[in-house]
T-cell receptor, first 115, second 115 residues
Framework: DAKTTQPTSMDCAEGRAANLPCNHS???????VYWYRQIHSQGPQYIIH???NNETNEMASLIITEDRKSSTLILPHATLRDTAVYYC????????????????FGQGTILTVHP | DSGVTQTPKHLITATGQRVTLRCSPR?????VYWYQQSLDQGLQFLIQ???????AKGNILERFSAQQFPDLHSELNLSSLELGDSALYFC??????????????FGEGSWLTVV
């Protein structure tokens, strides 16, 4: 699976948009971009994923660049409860290989939302 | 609530002992993943099962073993426990073995403390 690079930490004011960047310059054509978050010692929570097109759901928006080498997770109106570690993961699809679809977590970005 | 159920939530045991952690995947999910998260390490992939068969192996120690039963629940067995095995153990599930477009959902974890 392709490696990702994320900033170690970011701050955001409550009520403002939080924009979390991720670089995945070695991503290949069949790899999806996934975002998860982990609030202190809880199970990782799925946020959103995409392949090529921008995606939006009730939690967030995912913007993927045209060359797919980077993406941005947007939390439109951050709240204190959004303080967490955010993981950007690229994940292989399709049969064959040894990954069989597992998620490989990096260190993630610690997002702190301030009042 | 992700729909993935893990028991027990907390467990304290002595060095040298053996414990079993149990996971019930989301209804209809065929694939189960186990992850370990200790204080000084990130989320480490241990092993994956699909419909009862082992599919991928990560950084799982020989003292650890897992299986997935015909009803699709899974157990992670940890034996000859050492202090360093103290960690959060997460189970996750997804509906299919591969196809990166399908989502993996995590349980809330089992806290293991070895004293």
């Amino acid at each position: 699976d392709a490696k990702t690079t994320q900033p170690t930490s970011m701050d955001c004011a409550e009520g403002r948009a939080a924009n979390l960047p991720c670089n995945h310059s070695t991503i290949s054509g069949n790899e999806y971009v996934y975002w998860y978050r982990q609030i202190h010692s809880q199970g990782p929570q799925y946020i959103i994923h995409g392949l090529k097109n921008n995606e939006t759901n009730e939690m967030a928006s995912l913007i993927i660049t045209e060359d797919r080498k980077s993406s941005t997770l947007i939390l439109p109106h951050a709240t204190l409860r959004d303080t967490a570690v955010y993981y950007c993961i690229v994940r292989t699809g399709g049969a064959g290989g040894t990954s069989y679809g597992k998620l490989t977590f990096g260190q993630g970005t610690i997002l702190t939302v301030h009042p | 609530d992700s729909g993935v159920t893990q028991t027990p939530k907390h467990l304290i045991t002595a060095t040298g002992q053996r414990v079993t952690l149990r996971c019930s995947p989301r209804s209809g999910d065929l694939s189960v993943y186990w992850y370990q998260q200790s204080l000084d390490q990130g989320l480490q992939f241990l092993i994956q099962y699909y419909n009862g068969e082992e599919r991928a192996k990560g950084n799982i120690l020989e003292r650890f073993s897992a299986q997935q039963f015909p009803d699709l629940h899974s157990e992670l067995n940890l034996s000859s426990l050492e202090l360093g095995d103290s960690a959060l153990y997460f189970c996750a599930s997804s509906i299919r073995q591969v196809a990166a477009g399908n989502t993996i959902y995590f349980g809330e974890g089992s806290w293991l403390t070895v004293v």
